[in-house]
């Protein structure tokens, strides 16, 4: 892990790229390429030896176009140790290809199982950011802390998130703020922190806000300056490059948004289906990847 603090690795990658484009590796195997499926049995091994294909593949095509992979741990997790065993070369593949890596695990527990879980996505597997549960607290995140302070690692706190049953506990009103927004403060302190600024003003300590809420999102990069945002919830949940344009500064910096069907899979349906299909499923993710992070750039300030 290099020592260079995230928020400017981040900004570097996005820069090199063209774009601010995170491809979520969110693996489902009904939906791969029946190539993919039928080279490999249907038990936990060969569906994970599919998904390690597929991902393999994804990787080539995207790592050119994009600076950031995000792979959703419980997808992995859900094939038991044949699934963790394909996350950790997921991660090694992308960071081979010299991809960021955010490991999508939403972690957030105390002490001694913190530290595990920090030991586990950053050490072991070698993720350069997490997304993380703030619910128990500024002691819970400390071990994730001390990593992108020491290790130049970074991390997203869950704000505002994409989910429609988000307002169930997020939009709770406390006194005269909302839930969401009481986090954002604590959030602004934290990220402040020694040793968690980067050189242009960015911290490693990030924020997760969907951008299926775009009013939500243009409050809360007032409230956190200098936090970057990762926005879930472009395209198969409904957000487009307009609604994601108020996650970024004047500039166009500090946001990374993220796809995951639309581009691992938007060749099963729609126009790619039509131009490429299963038969060109590569070229579809390619087109997809690039279709979007063209939107986003239009979108964004000129010069950005």
């Keep these: 892990m290099s020592a260079a603090n995230f928020a400017d690795r981040l900004l570097e990658a996005c820069a090199a790229k063209g774009g601010p484009v995170c491809v979520g590796l969110d693996p489902r195997w009904e939906d791969l390429p029946e190539r993919i499926r039928k080279g490999h049995g249907e038990d936990a091994e060969g569906r994970a030896a599919s998904f390690l294909e597929f991902h393999r593949a994804v990787l080539d095509v995207v790592a050119p176009i994009v600076p950031v992979v995000k792979p959703n741990v419980a997808f992995f997790e859900a094939l038991g140790a044949a699934g963790f065993r394909c996350y950790l070369e997921t991660v090694a593949s992308a960071r081979e290809k010299g991809l960021l890596v955010i490991g999508d695990v939403k972690r957030g527990d105390l002490g001694s199982t913190a530290e595990a879980y920090a030991q586990a996505h950053y050490d072991g597997a070698g993720c350069d950011a997490l997304t993380l549960s703030p619910y128990l607290g500024l002691d819970s995140l400390e071990p994730f802390l001390l990593r992108c302070r020491e290790k130049g690692c970074g991390a997203f706190v869950l704000v505002k998130t994409s989910n429609p049953g988000s307002a169930d506990l997020q939009d709770l009103e406390v006194g005269n703020l909302r839930v969401f927004e009481e986090v954002a403060i604590l ?105 979007m992070r063209e939107a986003l750039r239009a979108s964004l300030p000129k010069g950005s």
């Design 187 to 291: 959030l602004r302190g934290w990220a402040a922190g020694p040793g968690l600024v980067g050189t242009r003003g960015w911290s490693s300590l990030g924020a997760v806000v969907g951008a299926t809420h775009p009013k939500e999102v243009a409050a809360l990069r007032g409230m956190l300056p200098g936090v970057p945002f990762l926005v879930p919830g472009y395209g198969a949940q409904g957000g487009t490059a307009r609604d994601c344009v108020v996650a970024f500064d004047s500039r166009g910096e500090g946001a990374i948004v993220n796809s995951s069907r639309g581009i691992l899979f938007g060749w099963r349906k729609g126009p790619l289906a039509e131009r490429h299909g299963e038969a060109r499923w590569e070229r579809a993710v390619e087109e997809a990847a690039l279709e």
